[in-house]
């Protein structure tokens, strides 16, 4: 399958950012020509006119819990631990495969309206998700949230090893669910794994005042340091959410070339804070953002993430241009791939994955057009999101979706469960 | 024109806020009927089936200025003060008539797409101002942004005089720009006139913390102290932003039963802080929300600013309970209309102006239904406005404008004048 896209502008990140007016071919999942049109162009199945529109790298979602989407709007207004303890443990433990199945292809749509090519998603139930997200030919990368009420700590590595080999849309990375539900005996399990296969380690970090004060009266250190000094960062890795961080915290995160996911919409909707993302990207630390679960969101929207992200550094920091859109956008489209080990997901380039988006430009949030970075990290909305594809497929297109069902399917279905839990 | 509504659900706000499944009727301007379907129902010229799909009344943008769609993008990254003096007027004094008729028109567009039916807009070149949203059939209240630099004091009288008697859609209110750009004498002028006229008076208020502070020096009173005391407020009106409101200066906005528009994003974007809410509301202030114009915000989007206006309470409160969405969305479609004068745009009730929307509840971010206030607040975008109507007119359906003119030719005429801005 040949696909050409020409007659409009793409941005692109390596070596540096920029808009150019290349055309870009696309062949079966990779990206195989970026450049001025060309007389000795192949055949194409398709050509695409942008029409003047922009064509990118793909939003990366790097960290959700996609399922999560069976909670939008029933848990609102209550802090984490209400929130956790009243709400989505109890409410959790009523999923079934086929429902996280359903709440995955939701969440899965949701994404491809906002220009997300792929995920990294900490949730129950691996195989049901990973199915939809194959079943709908989208990209995900599952992190592990291992932790105290895993009742066999063995599967983490037979986890990691299946999924791993499992298909090309899918992969799997190590990580735990927080300090604050892992005993050091299980943290140092999986500092033993992370040994053994060489490998990156992820999880929900320094998210809230109380969990850092609970790990230092426990261990005496903030959870960074606490993990680090186990060995789960030995190959890499990062934490989600990041928000309450010391100085020391941040100097070794940049040390370690750790991964900085922020979650800015979960972090105010829960009350917990912002995340010092300016002091984070000055000491060097990589930086990738994530939706979080819809159940805290409410939404699964990049423009939302990039937005915030820019604009509460503004708030925090007192100063109007902290936050640049250059910096979030970079996060959003190159980090996020490679936090998720994604390498060739992260630009426009022949060789690399095509999983890129078109924005449509043609609309009044995007007028004029004085300068496309800063239209779509302040001014982008979902309604901008003209196609999104996947490893070379088209996903969304027009607003229609093509995910291997109906959308009216899986609302009927997501709704009948909903119905359920309320019974 | 008879159209009629049915087979959905309708948001309605008296005599509290509840989701019906009654069908809505429109003739001409206004609404004719709510309520169940009836077998003596007269002929229509449309019947629009909402297949499920939520009406409900408009949102009112209750602070702007539409025509600085001009500067969006142009000016990011800059403190309040740099960027009024650097960006905001050295480019404004190069605006001429058909320059605002022009970006006025991409403004009103980008309300419609995300279900704004009015706007208070205080800006220059009235005529062309409020020329460009009677024809695109919007619906416009205007507010003088009088101060020391208008050359002809009388002319606030007139201007008053005329827009009121103008066009039905078009409305003026007095307002000064702000007490730091405004003398003594000037607003002892516009106290005169309120008087004069029984009329309400706006103005921006307690935006920075740096105006607060002037004002202190000044006068030893805060600016809302200071406009009270001299008279601007004894028929009510309101400011714009309230973000550095003392006690006292909340106290006083709930005796004089004065408007609190608060405008978070534009909060945001230039660093000046998050506007007091949940005290406001407790203090039985009234409420209404504003997008301020897209060169500080730099989209003109309601579904943001609710968000907004939510989950900033809950970081600032430091409780995740604050900032609820009914009163998020009451301020949005009531407070605005009240605010602005427009007490029959307020609601969907027989009687009322047709004012309204369909928010299109088939996407993946509005499901499952489980709350829909929470899914609108939460989780709702621009890729739900499935229709704006306004004063019984379609204006925008289905991603389509009828506003008068081709998009594509006021998008040309934008891009033109800001070429040569640049130039």
Known sequence: MRIRFYNGKTLRFAPQMRVTEDEIWV????ISYCGPARADAPAFDRQIDLRGDLLMPGFKNAHTHT?????RSMADDMPLDRWLSEQVWPNEARLTDEAVYTFTKLGVMEYLSSGITACFDMY?????????????????VLCSGFNDFDRDVEQLERDFLKYNRRHELVSFMLGIHGEYTTSRARLEHVAALAEKHQAPCFTHLSETRAEVD????????TPPRLLDELGLFRYGGGGFHC???SEEDIRLFAERRLWAVTCPASNLKLSSGVAPIEKLQKAGVSLAIGTDGAASNNALDMFREMYLMSVLQKLVCGDAAAGSAEVVLRAACVGGARAMGLDDCDDLAPGKKADLIVIDLQRPNMQPIHNVSGNLVYAGSKENVRLTMVNGKILYE???????????????????FVRGLRA
């Open 214 to 221: 609970g790990c230092l009266a426990r261990y005496g250190l």
């Open 27 to 30: 062949e079966d999942a990779r």
């Open 398 to 416: 027009n607003g229609e979706f093509f995910v291997g069902e109906a959308p009216e399917t899986i609302y009927e279905q997501a709704n009948a």
């Open 243 to 245: 928000v309450h961080m």
């Open 124 to 140: 129950v139930r691996n195989d049901a998700f990973s199915a939809a997200c194959i079943d709908a030919g989208f990209r995900a």
């Open 67 to 71: 399922a999560m989407t069976f909670l």
